[in-house]
Each structure stands twice: as structure tokens, then as C-alpha cells.
């Protein structure tokens, strides 16, 4: 990542509030924010322009985050991109198959927005 240029985030989130608190968050932290409501858009995105970190949600409509940090994984461009998921408390399973499938990290929603945005960035460094 050039460290002048701001890092690029995609949001993959249907729920409108949470999407507009992230964006919020991470914008407010120098970061370009992508967003994408649906599996759909997450993957057209991604083709059009691929971005420094994916913010996943895993129930989307479409394809959900686990089938998409699946197909982000067998693209070898996108092999490396940090994946952190959002995911219901109470989906432990879905959790478990995102970090086997490659998702980098996660957190539980409800979140702190701040939590997300120290997570992600933790992320970049990491792959910087
Ligand atoms: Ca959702």
C-alpha cells in the first residue's frame, strides 16, 4: 500500500445504519470508503476496483460473506486483501467457516464502530 495515497476500504453491508456508521467511522479516519449493499455488488466492485481491505458482512443478500470471502480467496490478485467479517453473535459456525475459508478476522455485532476501524487498520499494517 502507498502510504500517501488514503487506504481504500469496501463495506459489505445490506443494513443501511450499520453501513452509514461505518463509512462515518472510517472516512473520519482518512480512509476512502466503498460501499456495496448485496453479494452481488460486493463482487462487481471488487472486479471494478479492487480495495485495500473488505469490511464483510456474512448474512447478505445474494451471495453471502462466506461464499464471497470464498471466491476472494481462489482469485490469487485478491489472495492477500484483509477480510475482516461482521457476523450475529450467535452465528459461531458461520465464524469458523470464514477464518477456514481465509476471512483474516471478525467481529460481532452489536460492535463498537472504533473497534471495526482499529481492527482494519491493524489489518493493512499487517499487509503493508
Ligand atoms: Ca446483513
Known sequence: ?????????LVVED???????????FEREGFTVDHAVDGRQALARLDQDPPHGVVLDIMLPYHDGIEIVERLRAVPAWRSVPVLMLTAKAREVDIVRA????ADDYVTKPF???????????????AA
Not at 500500500?1 to 476500504?9: G, K, L, Q, T
Not at 463498537?112 to 499487517?126: G, K
Open 15 to 25: 443494513e443501511e445504519d450499520i453501513a452509514y456508521i461505518l463509512r462515518f467511522m
Open 112 to 126: 463498537q464502530p472504533d473497534e471495526v476501524v482499529a481492527r482494519m487498520r491493524r489489518l493493512l499494517r499487517r
Open 1 to 9: 500500500m502507498n502510504e500517501h495515497a488514503a487506504p481504500r476500504v
Open 99 to 102: 477464518l477456514d475459508l481465509g
